[in-house]
């Protein structure tokens, strides 16, 4: 099974809204990242959040974790009709750090 | 700076036949990967590689076999495709553990069909 799940599954907002996306996954980690992809392309890294970490931010960015609850979440602000892809988390393993699993991914649609 | 480089970017089989589909980073990486990606959902992991010299099995390793070349190449090898193995393929590359918070490079992805 797959080490992150996401929700929700589709997400479809008005420009200028903020969208929000959540992780969790199951085993403890070194680190979580979230990717992006436009249109079956090659993914693109966004962000990438230790598990000592709570919060980091990039830009538009808001990432927290809480390791406690195995959960993360992405917070895209201000969102543009650009932002529109499909949004994907990613773990390691504690114990294996190259071994890096995807979580099936929120389709978002930001509405001009 | 081309960075993950994969062929082909398309390939139709039919089911039995065999195919290589290659990968090569020059980035220096030390990890790569190769996912498959079916339609409307995540990438699953196939095999992984964190050095040269070494692969380990991902999440759906039936019906593949790998190969680290040398440090740049990382290959992927259907033997006998089958109608199941239709799917986008991506490999991908990172600096692995030897360097902190490495995120992953992706190529732009190989489509491929088995009928």
């Known amino acids: 099974s797959q080490q992150g799940e996401e929700d929700p599954q589709a997400l479809s907002i008005q420009e200028g809204e903020n969208a929000t996306m959540n992780c969790s996954y199951k085993t403890s980690i070194n680190n979580l990242q979230w990717y992006r992809q436009n249109s079956g392309r090659g993914l693109v890294h966004l962000i990438l959040?230790?598990?000592?970490?709570r919060e980091k931010h990039s830009g538009r960015l808001r990432v927290t974790l809480d390791t406690s609850k195995k959960s993360s979440s992405l917070l895209i602000t201000a969102s543009r009709a650009a932002d529109t892809a499909s949004y994907f988390c990613a773990t390691d393993e504690e114990t294996s750090y190259d071994k890096v699993i995807f979580g099936p991914g929120t389709s978002l649609s930001v509405i001009p | 700076n081309a960075g993950v480089t994969q062929t082909p970017k398309f390939q139709v089989l039919k089911t039995g036949q065999s195919m290589t589909l290659q990968c090569a980073q020059d980035m220096n990486h030390n990890s790569m990967y190769w996912y498959r990606q079916d339609p409307g959902m995540g990438l699953r992991l196939i095999y992984y590689s964190a050095s040269e010299g070494t692969t380990d099995k991902g999440e759906v390793p039936n019906g593949y076999n790998v190969s680290r070349l040398n440090k740049r190449e990382f290959s992927l090898r259907l033997e006998s495709a089958a109608p199941s193995q239709t799917s986008v393929y991506f490999c991908?590359?990172?600096?692995?553990?030897?360097?902190?918070?490495?995120?992953?490079?992706f190529g732009n992805g190989t489509r491929l069909t088995v009928t």
């Open positions: 959040i230790r598990s000592n970490e």
């Open positions: 991908a590359s990172s600096g692995g553990r030897a360097v902190i918070d490495s995120p992953l490079h």
